[in-house]
C-alpha cells in the first residue's frame, strides 16, 4: 500500500516536472500594409508587423502558442501554422470558413497552436486568397529545454525562406488570374528571404549574404513559401 502511494507520488512528480517545462509563448500579429522596394519599384504589400518576410516564432517542443492576429488590413485573414498537426485543437489552425471565420478588417483575435510532438522548422502563412504570397515567416521549434538535437549543435542557424515577388499589386495578380483561368501569370523574381537575386536589376546590393566560417558547420532552415513554384535550392560549388 505505502509502496503505491509512493510510485503515485513519484508520478505526479514526474508529470508535474514535464508540465512545469512547457511554456505559454504569446506573439503579437498585426497584419498591415506596408511599402516595399524590390526589382526598382515600390508597391504596398500586406505584412505582419511591417515585415517581410514576417517575424520568426521561436518556441520549445510542446510549448502553446498564443498569437493575437489584429487586422489593420482591408481584407481578411486567417494565420495557418504549417506542419503544426493539432490534434483535437484545429479550431485556430487557419484555413478560412473551414475551422475558422477569417478575422474581418478592424478586428482582432488570439489563435492558440498547441505544439504537441514537432521539432525542426516549421512555418506560418496567411490562408486566404493570395495573400500568403508576402504573409509568410519561420516558426523554429527547439528541443525541450534540458535536451539536444539528434545530432552535434550546428554552429548557427540560418534562415532561408524561398518566395517570389511580383511588380503588381499581389491581389491584381491574383484577380486577373480568377478572371482568365488557366496558369497564374509567372512571379517577376526568385527571392531567398525576401530579396531577389543579384542577376535582377536593382537588387544586387540587397541580396541575402551569409558569412560563414570554414570548417564550421551550419543549420539552413530552408521554407518553400513561394506561392505556386516548386523550388529546387543548390549552394554552388558544394555538395
Ligand atoms: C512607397 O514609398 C515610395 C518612396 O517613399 C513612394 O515614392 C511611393 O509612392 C510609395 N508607394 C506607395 C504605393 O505608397
Ligand atoms: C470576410 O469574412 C466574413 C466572415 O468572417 C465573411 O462574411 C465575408 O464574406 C468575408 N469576406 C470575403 C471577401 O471573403
Ligand atoms: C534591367 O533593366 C534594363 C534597362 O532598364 C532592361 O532592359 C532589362 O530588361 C532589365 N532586366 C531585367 C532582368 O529586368
Ligand atoms: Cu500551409
Redesign the pocket.
Known amino acids: 500500500m505505502n509502496t503505491h502511494v509512493l510510485v503515485l507520488g513519484l508520478l505526479v512528480l514526474l508529470l508535474g516536472l514535464l508540465q512545469s517545462q512547457a511554456a505559454v509563448v504569446r506573439y503579437k500579429f498585426v497584419v498591415q500594409e506596408s511599402n516595399y522596394t524590390r526589382l526598382c519599384s515600390s508597391k504596398n504589400i500586406l505584412t505582419v508587423n511591417g515585415q517581410y518576410p514576417g517575424p520568426t516564432i521561436s518556441a520549445h517542443r510542446g510549448d502553446t502558442l498564443i498569437v493575437d492576429v489584429i487586422n489593420q488590413a482591408t481584407?481578411?485573414i486567417t494565420i495557418h501554422w504549417h506542419g503544426v498537426k493539432l490534434p483535437r485543437y484545429p479550431w485556430s489552425d487557419g484555413p478560412e470558413f473551414i475551422t475558422q471565420?477569417?478575422i474581418?478588417p478592424g478586428t482582432r483575435f488570439s489563435q492558440k497552436v498547441i505544439l504537441s510532438d514537432e521539432e525542426g522548422t516549421l512555418w506560418w502563412h496567411a490562408h486566404?486568397d493570395w495573400s500568403r504570397a508576402t504573409v509568410h515567416g519561420l516558426l523554429v521549434v527547439s528541443p525541450r529545454i534540458g535536451t539536444t538535437f539528434p545530432f552535434p549543435k550546428p554552429h548557427a542557424d540560418v534562415p532561408v525562406i524561398l518566395g517570389d515577388w511580383w511588380k503588381n499589386d499581389i491581389q491584381a495578380v491574383m484577380e486577373d488570374f480568377m478572371r482568365r483561368g488557366g496558369d497564374p501569370v509567372p512571379s517577376d523574381a526568385l527571392t531567398i528571404n525576401g530579396q531577389p537575386g543579384d542577376r535582377y536589376n536593382c537588387s544586387r546590393p540587397y541580396t541575402t549574404k551569409v558569412y560563414v566560417d570554414k570548417g564550421k558547420t551550419y543549420m539552413l532552415r530552408i521554407v518553400n513559401a513561394a506561392m505556386n513554384n516548386i523550388m529546387f535550392f543548390a549552394i554552388a560549388d558544394h555538395e
Do not use: D, E
Request: proline share 17%.
Open positions: 481584407q481578411n471565420c477569417p474581418q486566404s
